[in-house]
T-cell receptor, first 115, second 110 residues
Framework: KAGVTQTPRYLIKTRGQQVTLSCSPI?????VSWYQQTPGQGLQFLFE???????NKGNFPGRFSGRQFSNSRSEMNVSTLELGDSALYLC??????????????FGSGTRLTVV | DAKTTQPPSMDCAEGRAANLPCNHS???????VYWYRQIHSQGPQYIIH???NNETNEMASLIITEDRKSSTLILPHATLRDTAVYYC???????????FGKGITLSVRP
């Protein structure tokens, strides 16, 4: 079956711009989580959506937002981009997310570079 | 969620077993131990998880001590493709996020 698909794979944006990243989960998976990975901070949780509702949120400024659609596809948006937002953004999907016993399947990520 | 402690790196010879340790001395009764790995520039990959019994799947075995304060991930016959950063994570079902530490970098040498 198809894995988690993230688009685009690479993106270059200018400071001050905004960006939207997309994630299509594995078919049947209702939970989608987003993570940011940087060399300095490692992998950090951004937020998680389940059935179109944000269920958990990490410690990121309000410039980072997301949403989930009825087909479980998710988007995240970063407004007023800063140089420090340059990172690999990873999406993970799970059957239930919160319940133990289910692993998360990650996509290959979107590499965002802010110049 | 309880914190985990892993050594920063280790290596092993190809074909030999790789035993990756993890300490989670503050783990609570309802927390599971998960292992993920990340090969360079790819998304993390789920390997295995367990509560208190030892677990085995096609990728690895997970040995959890009786007091649950530590665990070991075992790759029975390491290959060069197992070179990656391995993350040990403890998580309850009530919390949906994965809290990644720095992980342990496993280098498999020919």
């Amino acid at each position: 079956k198809a894995g988690v698909t993230q688009t685009p794979r690479y993106l270059i944006k200018t400071r001050g711009q905004q960006v939207t990243l997309s994630c299509s989960p594995i078919s049947g998976h209702r939970s989608v989580s987003w993570y940011q990975q940087t060399p300095g901070q490692g992998l950090q949780f951004l937020f998680e959506y389940f059935s179109e509702t944000q269920r958990n949120k990490g410690n990121f400024p309000g410039r980072f937002s997301g949403r989930q659609f009825s087909n479980s596809r998710s988007e995240m948006n970063v407004s007023t981009l800063e140089l420090g937002d340059s990172a690999l953004y990873l999406c993970a999907s799970s059957l239930a997310g919160r319940a133990t016993g289910y692993g998360y399947t990650f996509g290959s990520g979107t590499r965002l570079t802010v110049v | 969620d309880a914190k985990t402690t892993q050594p920063p790196s280790m290596d092993c010879a190809e074909g030999r077993a790789a035993n990756l340790p993890c300490n989670h001395s503050t783990i609570s009764g309802n927390e599971y131990v998960y292992w993920y790995r990340q090969i360079h520039s790819q998304g993390p990959q789920y390997i295995i998880h367990g509560l208190k019994n030892n677990e085995t799947n096609e990728m690895a075995s997970l040995i959890i001590t009786e007091d649950r304060k530590s665990s070991t991930l075992i790759l029975p016959h390491a290959t060069l493709r197992d070179t990656a950063v391995y993350y040990c994570i403890v998580k309850t079902g009530a919390n949906s996020k994965l809290t990644f530490g720095k992980g342990i970098t496993l280098s498999v040498r020919p």
